[in-house]
């Protein structure tokens, strides 16, 4: 079956940095396009980046623009989200999901457990 496990969460300060991984397993994860989503409690999750199934194109969320960079490994089957700078506002689970499509940003149909990230101020 498909699987997606995301690591690398974790607690870290102010201004620091975490590297994100998901690794996925069960699906030709170079015939989709990735995301990266998070949740903060008591918000609606948000899309916060996307990458293409070849990473020739990405979007970021204005809340992470110029310190987020998303990227893949296609033949490694992963996904990585690098995040710089860290706000006390960036504290969420952070979720990687697989599109339907190598394109589509908006029809994720697999999903991974999640890994929390919480950034102290």
């Known amino acids: 079956q498909v699987q997606l496990v995301e690591s690398g969460g974790g607690l870290v300060q102010a201004g620091g940095s975490l590297r994100l991984s998901c690794a996925a397993s069960g699906l030709t994860f170079a015939n989709r396009a990735m995301g990266w989503f998070r949740q903060a409690p008591g918000k609606e999750r948000e899309r916060i980046a996307y990458?293409?199934?070849?990473?020739?194109?990405?979007y970021y969320a204005d809340s992470v623009k110029g310190r987020f960079t998303i990227s893949r490994d296609n033949a490694k089957n992963t996904l990585y989200l690098q995040m710089n700078s860290l706000k006390a506002e960036d504290t969420a689970v952070y979720y990687c999901?697989?599109?339907?499509?190598?394109?589509?940003?908006?029809?994720?149909?697999?999903w991974g457990q999640g890994t929390q990230v919480t950034v102290s101020s």
């Open positions: 990458i293409s199934w070849s990473g020739g194109n990405t």
């Open positions: 999901a697989a599109s339907s499509t190598r394109w589509s940003n908006t029809g994720y149909d697999y």
